[in-house]
């Protein structure tokens, strides 16, 4: 005997596949919001109008050739190479700002000093992971790297 499909089979079939949908959409939404640590730029159509002049910035900083290789010691002490085009110790200012990736601490500047070989910094790094923001100064230049390590 076959039953008959009714408006309450419908009506039970259409709850079901909505609430399925919903409750998917709730479960992202939890991870996206738990898991996105910030704003990417404060303001998008002012980042739109500055793009160009990035652009150029880029260009001119990929001319240079310099380049900076930040590890961390096993004391977790951040070391900093700073090279030139031909791979020379670069004689520059050196300023690193660290950030969490989550925001979960507070940015730290990390102060430096110079060594024959490199720039190292006077504290160690808290355990974790860190986004470096390097930015290297001379002779009327600037370059800016973004980096990742583990301490």
Same mark, same amino acid.
């Given at each position: 005997?076959?039953?008959?499909?009714?408006?309450?089979?419908?009506? %039970?079939?259409?709850?079901?596949?909505?609430?399925? #949908?919903?409750? =998917?959409?709730? #479960?992202?939404? $939890?991870? %996206?919001?738990?898991?996105?640590?910030?704003?990417?730029?404060?303001?998008?159509?002012?980042?739109?109008?500055?793009?160009?002049?990035?652009?150029? *910035?880029?260009?001119?900083?990929?001319?240079?050739?310099?380049?900076?290789?930040?590890?961390?010691?096993?004391?977790? $002490?951040?070391?900093? @190479?700073?090279? *030139?085009?031909?791979?020379?110790?670069? *004689?520059?200012? @050196?300023?690193? =700002?660290?950030?969490?990736?989550?925001?979960? =601490?507070?940015?730290? $500047?990390?102060? &430096?000093?110079?060594?024959?070989?490199?720039?190292?910094? +006077?504290?160690? &790094?808290?355990?974790?992971?860190? &986004?470096?923001?390097?930015?290297?100064?001379?002779?009327?230049?600037?370059?800016?790297?973004? +980096?990742?390590?583990?301490?």
């Amino acid at each position: 005997m076959i039953r008959r499909f009714t408006g309450w089979h419908m009506a %039970a079939i259409m709850i079901s596949f909505f609430g399925l #949908i919903l409750a =998917v959409n709730v #479960i992202m939404a $939890r991870y %996206a919001i738990g898991t996105f640590g910030g704003v990417v730029v404060e303001n998008s159509y002012v980042a739109s109008q500055r793009y160009n002049g990035w652009l150029k *910035d880029a260009a001119a900083q990929k001319a240079l050739g310099w380049h900076a290789v930040p590890r961390v010691d096993t004391r977790g $002490r951040l070391h900093i @190479v700073a090279t *030139d085009a031909s791979g020379q110790q670069l *004689d520059a200012r @050196v300023i690193v =700002v660290a950030r969490h990736p989550l925001g979960r =601490v507070p940015d730290q $500047r990390i102060a &430096l000093h110079r060594t024959a070989t490199d720039h190292i910094a +006077d504290q160690a &790094l808290r355990s974790g992971r860190w &986004l470096l923001h390097i930015e290297l100064i001379s002779a009327g230049h600037q370059a800016r790297f973004e +980096d990742e390590v583990q301490a």
